[in-house]
């Protein structure tokens, strides 16, 4: 079965770095486009940034030069990077894997950002 699996979360202060990983397994990886969302308290779940199958990346203006998403198709893996963290990207962060064939989701891991 199908698995995403978010790791790299966890509590910050404002203006450090976290590195989230997502570990995918059941799927063939480098035939999704894969994306992180975020879910802060309270609100809806929206898209943080994404990278296609052949490495096109979009990101969010509310974290554009902050953060950074990346691919490693011989890891199975995506990543976000996030730099000068501040509280507001406090959220729990979930990785999706989606194309033709299915949309998946992570557990989420969640991030908080102290001020």
């Known amino acids: 079965q199908v698995q995403l699996v978010e790791s790299g979360g966890g509590l910050v202060q404002a203006g450090g770095s976290l590195r989230l990983s997502c570990a995918t397994s059941g799927l063939t990886f480098r035939s999704y486009a894969m994306a992180w969302f975020r879910q802060p308290p309270g609100k809806e779940r929206e898209l943080v940034a994404s990278?296609?199958?052949?490495?096109?990346?979009y990101t969010a203006n509310s974290v554009k030069g902050r953060f950074t998403i990346s691919r490693d198709n011989a890891k199975n893996t995506v990543y976000l990077q996030m730099n000068t963290l501040k509280p507001d990207d406090t959220a729990v962060y979930y990785c999706?894997?989606?194309?033709?064939?299915?949309?998946?989701w992570g557990q989420g891991t969640q991030v908080t950002v102290s001020s």
């Open positions: 990278i296609t199958s052949d490495g096109y990346t």
């Open positions: 999706n894997a989606r194309n033709w064939a299915g949309n998946y």
